[in-house]
């Protein structure tokens, strides 16, 4: 099973970017779907954004499309998520996912194996 190990989460002011970068090992990185989700606080786990391992194609929520850009390095074995304009709606437990297999989309917490401990990102005024 591949592990993963976020980072980048901060306190951040409203307005400014953030990326949050994820690096895996252990796993055949470069066949695995990989995605972002958040958990505010009292709230359920939500899926933020995704990436293929075919063609590194991207999908992301409606909530976050134009502000969130996903990446991956295949050779660095990293999936990172740039963040844009940062709102207070971000604030989030942000969770890097992986997932083995072909199914696409690939937006709910079920349809992923394995889980990084999460980075906070808390944005203030």
């Known amino acids: 099973q591949v592990q993963l190990v976020e980072s980048g989460g901060g306190l951040v002011q409203a307005g400014n970017s953030l990326t949050l970068s994820c690096a895996a090992s252990?796993?055949?990185?470069?066949?695995?779907?990989m995605g972002w989700f958040r958990q505010p606080p009292g709230k359920a786990r939500e899926f933020v954004a995704a990436?293929?391992?075919?063609?590194?194609?991207?999908d992301y929520a409606d909530s976050v499309k134009g502000r969130f850009t996903i990446f991956r390095d295949n050779i660095k074995n990293t999936v990172n998520l740039d963040i844009w304009d940062l709102e207070f709606g971000d604030t989030a437990e942000y969770y890097c996912?992986?997932?083995?297999?072909?199914?696409?989309?690939?937006?709910?917490?079920?349809?992923?194996?394995?889980w990084g401990q999460g980075t906070q990102v808390t944005v203030s005024s």
């Open positions: 990436i293929s391992w075919i063609g590194g194609l991207p």
């Open positions: 252990g796993g055949a990185f470069s066949r695995l779907t």
């Open positions: 996912a992986a997932k083995s297999g072909t199914t696409w989309p690939a937006r709910e917490v079920n349809d992923y194996d394995s």
